[in-house]
């Protein structure tokens, strides 16, 4: 049965994924690894920090938007240094979050991926890695 890969939840998991997903909770995803789903499906850890990297830059961008800013060197230096203080404390605090809920889901579904997918991601991923895409 092919599921979407945004729609699936737990629930929808079946028989031992199910429980195994369960039984971790919120816990590291990385302790799911079985020999039939091995941690290369895991994300890894400096995937995450250059995710949690570009979306804070992101994030600033947006901040900025909503403000009204563009161009925060242009105000004296004293409101300058508010803005971006403000900014930061802003997007630091959505930002690891999201970043570790998406880890989260995205890695609990690598681990209960049809084989032929994760197969498919494994290959892609390492011959990114190896420099050939």
Known sequence: MHRSFAAASSEELHGEEAARLNAAGSSDIRSLASPENPLPRAIPHTR??????????????IALDLVGLYQVEEMPRECATWVRTTIEAAVA???????????????????VAPADVARRIDMARRRHEAGFA
Request: glycine fraction near 4%.
């Open 48 to 61: 995450q920090m250059d995710a949690r990297s570009r979306l804070r830059s992101e994030l600033r961008g």
């Open 93 to 111: 605090e959505v930002c690891d979050p999201t970043v570790a809920a998406l880890t989260r889901r995205l890695s609990a579904e690598l681990l």
